[in-house]
């Protein structure tokens, strides 16, 4: 369960703010706006607390139930930008596209992939192979963990073998290119803790009781450990229109909403 004392606000509307900017390309002042037209007046400073606050919590209570991934991996980092300055998004996919890991890092080198292979060998367990391209620091860093190891993990080093990857990593930019500039590291990881999760809802890669009748909205209140209240207020999730709700339900297949 989320930790709300001191909240001002009821958690229906601190969920839907959250959500709402680790889905859509939306900027704070904009949820601000809309969430003014339906009657509900917050600040976007303030919104911008709650995703530093609660995206990487839901994302600590989301990995309980993830399902298990595949054996065979394909790696690769792509580009995020923090205070004007490149950084570096580790990611990891298995061959059916489902979401392995994920790492935000200061450097490119092959101490930050180390670091990747070790939190989602941690958290997934080993892999049989790993696809990647053909960076050195990448090929050094899953060397250092073989050298180590009784049976190796098997490296490709093959470009077109990283095509899932490199394609999975738009779900997330579509996200984040809006955004222009995170203003700090701890931000920029904490928003992208819940755009992750989000991503994995889409992919079906949580076990969470009753699922398929639940809207996008209501499998990520469940796994936040909150449980949507079945009476409607003012500022519950029931008075958003339903072109939003459709939204929600279309972004579980990737379509657009009319």
């Excluded at 706006?33 to 995703?51: C, F, K, L, Q, T």
């Excluded at 580009?79 to 490149?86: G, T």
């Excluded at 992750?196 to 398929?212: S, V």
Aim: charge should be positive; proline fraction near 4%; include cysteine.
């Amino acid at each position: 369960m989320l930790n709300l004392k001191s909240m001002r606000f009821p958690i229906e509307v601190i969920l839907i703010c959250v959500r709402w900017y680790a889905v859509y390309p939306l900027s704070y002042r904009h949820i601000e706006e809309i969430m003014e037209e339906r009657g509900v007046s917050v600040d976007h400073s303030s919104i911008n607390r709650w995703a530093i606050r609660f995206l990487p919590l839901i994302e600590k209570m989301a990995r309980k139930h993830k399902r298990p991934v595949g054996g065979s991996w394909r790696m690769d980092e792509t580009y995020i930008k923090v205070e004007r300055v490149w950084k570096y998004l580790y990611r990891a996919v298995d061959k059916q596209g489902k979401t392995v890991d994920f790492l935000l890092t200061a450097k490119r080198d092959m101490a930050a992939a180390k670091r990747f292979f070790d939190k989602a060998m941690g958290t997934n367990g080993d892999p049989d192979k790993v696809a990647m391209d053909k960076s050195g620091a990448n090929k050094a860093a899953i060397d250092a963990i073989n050298a180590g190891r009784a049976v190796p993990i098997l490296v490709r080093q093959a470009k077109y073998l990283n095509n899932i990857v490199e394609q999975d990593h738009r779900a997330i930019k579509r996200v984040t290119k809006p955004m222009l500039n995170f203003k700090s590291f701890r931000a920029a990881g904490s928003v992208l803790a819940g755009i992750e999760p989000i991503h994995m809802i889409r992919k079906g890669q949580f076990t969470i009781d009753g699922a398929d009748p639940m809207s996008f909205a209501e499998q990520f209140s469940k796994l936040a450990g909150m449980v949507r209240p079945a009476s409607a207020s003012k500022c519950s999730y029931r008075e958003i229109s339903p072109l939003d709700q459709q939204r929600d339900r279309t972004c579980l297949t990737g379509q657009r909403a009319e």
